[in-house]
């Protein structure tokens, strides 16, 4: 009996590969870009953690923005590893921890997206609570401070439902017992601006939560920013869904690229073993 003809170098032979090299290489340096990101982002959270003093240190770690920034990056940091090691060593169970982990953190950003808009009361109850926190705390931090104090003056409000929220804080306590110089004052943040003046008034608060509403609303900000992000909320709602496309589109691209490339290796390696079958067959 004759012997079997080699198979030709087309479709099954040994320079074949199934797994293309533009879907590989694109899914690797997209997830490189997004590695280095990540590790800009820690650093960047690291830094601004380790100039903050000593007795701020385990202050509220868990409205911190440099401790925000710093799990962001790590969470960034392993899932875009696991997607550049996967993708250049073609190594299946690194693409599918990627695939998987970028499902979950979709659907979670999906599913946080839908509850908020059914749940708008419980939604509405919890930056609540949050901003509650975050004036608890805002001398503790100056990196909170610095946020508290940029959001007062975008949306030109002053504490959580009202100006007197600051009360909940221990520096500006409006109780008699308050030993401090900025007992029954408010941030600076929530002053009107003024455009004729150079200098920052830092003291312009001061004294204004023992003034009633009308009183006090000639010279801060009376009404609560949890009204006013409300209103931005619903008056920028093509803008907040274009940042939400723009933050699951590179996740979806992500995932069906990590798919497209893992079906490519499962064929290869079945290619390999076809291969190596008719090697050993004495006819081939």
């Not at 997607?83 to 499902?103: A, D, K, P």
């Not at 503790?140 to 804080?169: A, T």
């Not at 496309?245 to 979806?252: F, S």
């Not at 079945?270 to 081939?284: E, G, T």
């Amino acid at each position: 009996m004759a012997r079997r003809a080699a198979l030709p170098a087309g479709p099954l032979g040994d320079d074949f590969s199934f797994v293309s090299p533009v879907v590989k290489y694109v899914l690797f340096f997209f997830n490189l870009l997004f590695w280095m990101i990540s590790m800009v982002m820690v650093a960047v959270g690291v830094y601004a953690r380790l100039l903050k003093h000593a007795e701020a240190a385990m202050a509220c770690l868990a409205v911190d923005p440099a401790i925000l920034l710093v799990m962001v990056g790590v969470l960034t940091f392993l899932i875009t590893f696991c997607g550049c090691v996967g993708s250049l060593r073609e190594n299946i169970c690194l693409l599918q921890v990627f695939s998987v982990c970028l499902t979950i953190i979709f659907l979670l950003q999906l599913a946080a997206g839908v509850l908020g808009f059914v749940f708008s009361d419980k939604a509405r109850g919890k930056v609540s609570e949050i901003i509650n926190g975050a004036i608890v705390h805002y001398r503790d931090d100056l990196d909170l401070q610095n946020l508290i104090d940029f959001g007062q003056k975008e949306f030109s409000c002053c504490g959580g439902v009202s100006y007197k929220d600051w009360s909940q804080n221990m520096y500006f306590n409006c109780t008699a017992t308050n030993p401090s110089r900025e007992r029954c004052s408010v941030p600076f943040s929530c002053c009107l601006h003024d455009t004729s003046q150079a200098v920052i008034n830092t003291m312009c608060g001061h004294g204004m939560q023992a003034r009633g509403y009308l009183e006090a609303s000639a010279f801060i900000h009376t009404n609560g920013c949890i009204d006013k992000l409300v209103n931005w909320t619903h008056s920028n709602l093509f803008l907040l869904g274009g940042i939400a496309l723009g933050l699951a589109l590179p996740q979806l691209v992500g995932i069906v690229l990590a798919q497209l490339l893992i079906n490519q290796i499962r064929d290869q390696i079945k290619l390999q073993l076809y291969n190596q079958q008719h090697r050993a067959d004495p006819w081939y």
